[in-house]
Nanobody
Framework: QVQLVESGGGLVQAGGSLRLSCAHS????????MGWFRQAPGKEREVVAA????????DYAEPVKGRVTISRDNAKMTMYLQMNNLNPEDTADYYC??????????????????WGQGTQVTVSS
């Protein structure tokens, strides 16, 4: 059974940075497309970024483009989200997700097979 565990959330002032981590505890990280999603209070869940297996092609949502970097360390079976120049609109619970095999719609939550429990990010103004 695959488990995803996020860490690195917290309280930060506007303009600050955070690095989120997502540890994958399955037998292998091979073949998993990974994504970060977030859900702010009273809002729908939305994609933040995704990264493919192998060639590590990345995809970013417009609101975060240029401010966040998604990466993965396959040897450590861990994915990261470096977030810079945070603003209060980034306040949300952040979730990592894994999609095994063919995963064409990386911006759609329903494409993913496994989810973490989430880590809270709060950005104060």
């Amino acid at each position: 059974q695959v488990q995803l565990v996020e860490s690195g959330g917290g309280l930060v002032q506007a303009g600050g940075s955070l690095r989120l981590s997502c540890a994958h505890s399955g037998r292998t990280f091979t073949g998993y497309t990974m994504g970060w999603f977030r859900q702010a209070p009273g809002k729908e869940r939305e994609v933040v970024a995704a990264i493919s297996w192998g060639d590590a092609i990345t995809d970013y949502a417009e609101p975060v483009k240029g401010r966040v970097t998604i990466s993965r360390d396959n040897a450590k079976m861990t994915m990261y989200l470096q977030m810079n120049n945070l603003n209060p609109e980034d306040t949300a619970d952040y979730y990592c997700a894994g999609c095994k095999g063919l995963c064409p719609a990386v911006r759609i939550g329903a494409s993913y097979d496994y989810w973490g429990q989430g880590t809270q990010v709060t950005v104060s103004s």
